[in-house]
């Protein structure tokens, strides 16, 4: 009689199943040939190995670490148990695209102000003021690596740019009558090197020079004075309401802007060529200020003011975001509590297209090569919009994983899929457009790996560097209120926290 170990000894091994797997990419760069056809593969096979097989099928002298997506989902298991998990037979070929492997994008540093920041951006020498600059000599100003910028604007009614250690260089004027905001800042964006455009609950859009001293890093040894100035050069007047959301361009020298009156208003920065303000606008401005930082004295310092070139007045709520067509700056698009994105002539001030939704959209980012828009909405979703007159479905894409409102939006400067959102539940979270759902597919838990889910969630970081701030439901205390994500510097958000906080891009897409 045969042992129990000459049993198992003479017991074949099972082989483990396999399943045929035809590869893809959308980059040319490190697509396989045309001729490569679909591979059998093991189906305990994991993200590593099927990694390395690609590396192998490409003859790569250095192997590419890169991640799969089926059917717009990550593949984060073996593919076996991926097969189990949504129901799919290893009879049938498994396409799986596969891209460039993404890392979490790590905790760099954030900047402490006196009260909450409501909006971010970035100068560097691939940011689009310093490219607009290069391109057209606009104010013949250029930009080094090194030597990045970051503007915040803050409900203190302050702007502040800092350098990328966290020193401030320089800020705005405190008060009234030294040409500041009357009241709390909503939206600021660099025109150039050394002009800056903000908006707030003043009324007003405002133009700045920018100015920096040889002593760019630090501040005087002689005195308190800082190492750059802003100081004001055009107030432009045209809404009723807080003025939320600009947007620049500067090779036509023009703002658009998004009121709380329901309407938009476009703007010249030379004032030459920019009509006069309305008398009525300008004192309603001043009479709805917050009585803390208005004095009634005159200001002593008065900038140029100027009205605007045209008024959009098609949207029926607030105006939440506008911003230029990324190929046209003749057309603009805006978004609306009415639940609407809208498509403007800006040469005629004429309404071009209306797209209805089911929800308010609250920001708005373009998406250009893949001629989409991304809007996000008070229902805590990202809705991708193709707004082409020949596209027939509206928002039939979301993307979800906020837990509270989607407030801001930006596309990854170097990753056509890419896009950062900042949100009311205390994040900003990344994402893959691909991995973009049907709107008619509920939202699964909270960091499932569902179709639409967030690539990386980036948390507000607490008062020491690494320690994150606890978690609070809905975001309260720590709401995420503006994202820039910059190509150098990475993505930066602004908050409720009343930090301007920096964690980096590179490789997160």
Not at 302 to 310: D, E, H, N, V
């Amino acid at each position: 009689m045969a042992t129990e170990t000459e049993s198992l000894l003479t017991e074949p091994v099972q082989a483990p199943a396999q399943i045929k797997v035809q590869f893809s990419t959308q980059h040319a760069d490190i697509s396989l040939p045309d001729s490569t056809g679909p591979i059998i593969v093991p189906t305990n096979l994991r993200r590593y190995g099927l990694s390395t097989l690609v590396n192998h099928l490409l003859n790569t002298a250095n192997p590419t670490p890169f991640d799969f997506l089926h059917s717009g989902t990550f593949l984060r298991t073996s593919i076996d148990e991926y097969l189990t998990e949504h129901g799919l037979s290893a009879e049938t070929t498994l396409s799986l695209e596969y891209v460039r492997s993404i890392i979490p994008p790590p905790y760099v540093t954030s900047f402490l102000h006196d009260d909450w920041v409501s909006a971010v951006d970035v100068l560097s020498p691939t940011s689009p003021a310093a490219r607009w600059a290069a391109k057209g000599r606009v104010e013949g100003v250029g930009v080094s690596d090194g030597v990045e910028r970051i503007l915040s604007g803050s409900y203190d009614g302050i702007l502040r740019v800092w350098d990328t250690k966290g020193l401030c260089l320089g800020s705005s004027p405190a008060v009234v009558e030294e040409g500041g905001h009357a009241s709390s800042v909503k939206a600021a964006k660099f025109l150039s090197p050394t002009r800056i455009v903000s908006s707030g609950l003043d009324r007003t859009v405002r133009v700045w020079k920018y100015t920096e001293t040889p002593a760019l890093n630090h501040y005087n040894d002689d005195d308190s004075s800082p190492a750059a100035q802003i100081t004001p050069s055009l107030d432009l007047y045209g809404h009723h309401g807080s003025v939320d959301a600009v947007v620049v361009h500067a090779p036509t020298h023009h703002i658009l802007s998004a009121s709380t009156d329901h309407t938009i208003s476009l703007f010249s920065t030379q004032k030459s060529s920019a009509p006069e303000a309305p008398p009525s606008l300008i004192s309603s401005s001043l009479s709805g200020t917050r009585s803390k930082r208005r004095k009634t004295t005159a200001p002593a310092v008065q900038p140029p003011k100027r009205g605007p070139l045209s008024t959009l007045k098609a949207h029926t709520a607030p105006v939440s975001d506008v911003i230029f067509a990324p190929h046209d700056p003749t057309v603009g698009y805006s978004t609306s509590w009415d639940h609407t994105l809208r498509t403007f002539d800006l040469t005629t001030s004429a309404l071009v297209d209306t797209r209805t939704t089911s929800h308010a959209l609250l920001s708005l980012t373009a998406l250009p090569s893949l001629n989409l828009l991304a809007a996000g909405t008070s229902a805590r979703h990202i809705t991708l919009i193709d707004p082409r007159a020949s596209a027939r479905e509206v928002g039939g894409l979301v993307l979800r994983g906020h837990t509270n409102a989607a407030v801001s939006l930006m596309a990854d400067p170097k990753n056509d899929w890419g896009l950062a959102s900042g949100g009311h539940d205390g994040t900003v979270r990344v994402w893959d457009v691909r991995t973009a759902s049907s709107s008619s597919v509920t939202s699964g838990a909270e960091g499932a790996n569902k179709s639409g889910g967030p690539v990386w969630t980036i948390e507000r970081e607490g008062s020491e560097a690494g320690a994150k701030t606890k978690r609070i439901v809905g975001g309260e205390g720590v709401k995420v209120f503006g994202v820039c994500w910059d190509e150098g510097v990475g993505i930066v958000s602004a908050g409720e926290d009343r930090r301007v906080q920096i964690n980096r891009g590179e490789g997160t897409m």
